[in-house]
């Protein structure tokens, strides 16, 4: 049965990501997170195209709603959106009601009041995006909560990996930086580990988490150990922004214990490559040359990636929108999480 969006897809969709929302990679199954990689497959060639537009999301109003600073993911998902046919708009609540002191609860009220089928979030507190997602009736995706997920990205930097080295399971993957303050740090131990890959973290003392036996992973405070041996090395922005003490000495004692270069880089299998989810900050935690390298470096893949991700992420969430929905039901199916 189609939905009113044209979409023939619904009973692969109930059972593989039947979620209203997408707040965090943590809780998601291995089928759940495979369904949505493969979803966004089927985007990339679209993508490729000269006619990128599909009208999956005609009709549906998505509000792009950032509290916080945002160039990539804000413009990857604008334009996903509107590949899809959708409309989007673009708030940037930094100069918005939230300078002349609305609640994030109010300001979710009234956008909710404007009948919207998708709100993307990012948040400077770690949990703001679920709070305001039990206020609306819509679908909310998470762009960045504080430092406590950023599902999105790591769904991208999966797409990426499985797209270069075919799967992910047993792959030895090491998230280098300030993993403290790091919402894609977790969103990807979340994410790799569940798909089987190995996780080894590389940091000084002070910026990796206090609990990070909890997380199933392995730790390193410095680059020779924690390197040997790994197929894919993630590189991390030091977040000066969500630093509120001193972590480490100065950026060029950082650069010279941490810093991505070829030296260190040659610690790593011999095919290994980099990412990065961005902003970069060259000379700081890596080397301009290696991140140019596109032997080494699939940066700019990564950002490929993420148009072809939200995309799949917000077909799926428009369509089990329309499904719990009762006019799109008949007797026999049942209603998402039921
Ligand atoms: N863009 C990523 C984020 O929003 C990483 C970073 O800012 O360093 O978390």
């Given at each position: 049965m189609k939905n009113p969006a044209g979409i023939n897809t619904r009973s692969d969709m109930l059972t593989s990501f039947s979620r209203?929302?997408?707040?965090?990679?943590?809780?998601?199954?291995p089928n759940e997170i495979a369904f949505l990689l493969n979803r966004a497959e089927t985007y990339i060639n679209q993508n490729r195209q000269?006619?990128?537009?599909?009208?999956?999301?005609?009709?549906r109003t998505i509000f792009n709603l950032f509290f916080e600073n945002s160039t990539r993911t804000r413009t990857s998902f604008e334009l996903a959106g509107k590949r899809l046919g959708g409309d989007v708009i673009n708030m940037s609540l930094l100069q918005s009601s939230i300078k002349k002191g609305e609640t994030l609860i109010d300001t979710a009220m009234t956008l909710n009041a404007m009948h919207p089928d998708i709100l993307i979030v990012r948040h400077p507190a770690s949990g703001g995006v679920k709070l305001l997602s039990e206020k609306v009736n819509c679908a909310v995706i998470n762009a960045g909560d504080g430092s406590h997920e950023h599902p999105t990205q790591a769904l991208l930097d999966a797409l990426t990996i499985r797209r270069r080295?075919?799967?992910?399971?047993?792959l030895n993957i090491a998230i280098c930086g300030?993993?403290?303050?790091s919402r894609v740090a977790r969103s990807n131990i979340y994410l790799l580990s569940t798909m089987g890959a190995r996780i080894r973290l590389i940091a000084p003392k002070t910026l990796?988490?206090?609990?990070?036996?909890?997380?199933?992973v392995e730790s390193f405070n410095n680059m020779k150990s924690g390197l040997k041996d790994c197929d894919v090395i993630m590189m991390l922005r030091l977040q000066r922004e969500r630093?509120?003490?001193?972590?480490?000495?100065?950026s060029r004692e950082y650069f010279h214990f941490f810093g991505l270069n070829y030296k260190k880089l040659e610690?790593?299998?011999?095919n290994a490559f980099i990412m990065h989810p961005g902003p970069m900050n060259r000379g700081v935690e890596i080397a301009p040359e290696v991140a140019d390298d596109v032997s080494r470096s699939v940066i700019r893949e990564q950002v490929e990636m993420g148009v072809a991700v939200r995309m799949a992420v917000l077909e799926t969430l428009a369509i089990n929108l329309d499904t719990s929905q009762?006019?799109?039901?008949?007797?026999?199916t049942p209603k998402p999480n039921q």
């Open positions: 209203q929302h997408l707040l965090g990679i943590e809780g998601l199954s000269i006619n990128k537009k599909k009208s999956t999301l005609r009709g080295v075919g799967h992910i399971m047993g300030d993993i403290l303050h990796l988490p206090t609990n990070v036996e909890t997380l199933g630093m509120h003490a001193s972590y480490f000495p100065s610690l790593a299998k011999k009762p006019e799109f039901f008949d007797e026999k």
